[in-house]
């Protein structure tokens, strides 16, 4: 079946460490998005690709870095200049096309130890 | 801007009764409107959408929704509420011209046995 893989599920972070949060997508869609979700705000924008080698900043970029360098895969690397990266991420695609909706991944949740 | 606004933070229902989830919305072009339902601990999954046409949609598990240009409103209806679909529900709008999608800050739908 065609769909989204995040991985790991979870993931702890130590004070001053980079991680990667890894999303692969098999349904051949062009667009890829990171959100982040955080209790009683909903889903915000942290980067998005709509093609291969092109990726733009989302609405809370700082502290963060993607790469697009295959059309199915999308990591997100969490810095350590990013002071507060505990929340729920979550990877999304889509076709491209504005009138589709997104398929999400299951995503991961990330804790600061 | 875009922005949309889910003005409860939780609705509670009988099992067996009527639900209703708002959803307002504000573009400056013709919007394009997503309800999606998140289970915990799990990614986001696409219920149903106004693109354009009809103004009643209808969706995944029995759900709807009432598309209304004079109010700026997108609400999700289930005309007999489960148990089952006890979740939290996100309402998203996109401009049509305009690629990012902007989330609503969810409604916890508890349904009561």
């Known amino acids: 079946d065609g769909g989204i893989t995040q991985s790991p599920k979870y993931l702890f972070r130590k004070e001053g460490q980079n991680v990667t949060l890894s999303c692969e997508q098999n349904?051949?869609?062009?667009?890829m998005y990171w959100y982040r979700q955080d209790p009683g705000q909903g889903l915000r924008l942290i980067y998005y690709s709509q093609i291969v080698n092109d990726f733009q900043k989302g609405d809370i970029a700082e502290g963060y870095s993607v790469s697009r360098e295959k059309k199915e895969s999308f990591p997100l690397t969490v810095t350590s200049a990013q002071k507060n990266p505990t929340a729920f991420y979550l990877c999304?695609?889509?076709?491209?096309?504005?009138?589709?909706?997104?398929?999400f991944g299951s995503g991961t949740r990330l804790t600061v130890v | 801007a875009q922005s949309v606004a889910q003005p409860e933070d939780q609705v509670n229902v009988a099992e067996g009764n009527p639900l209703t989830v708002k959803c307002t919305y504000s573009v400056s072009g013709n919007p394009y409107l997503f309800w999606y339902v998140q289970y915990p601990n799990r990614g986001l999954q696409f219920l149903l959408k106004y693109i354009t046409g009809d103004n009643l949609v209808k969706g995944s598990y029995g759900f709807e929704a009432e598309f209304n240009k004079s109010q700026t409103s997108f609400h999700l209806k289930k005309p007999s509420a489960l148990v089952s679909d006890s979740a939290l529900y996100f309402c998203?709008?996109?401009?049509?011209?305009?690629?990012?999608?902007?989330f609503g800050t969810g409604t916890k739908l508890q349904v009561i046995p």
């Open positions: 998203a709008v996109r401009d049509g011209g305009y690629q990012k999608v902007t």
């Open positions: 349904l051949n869609h062009d667009a």
């Open positions: 999304a695609s889509n076709t491209g096309q504005t009138s589709y909706g997104y398929t």
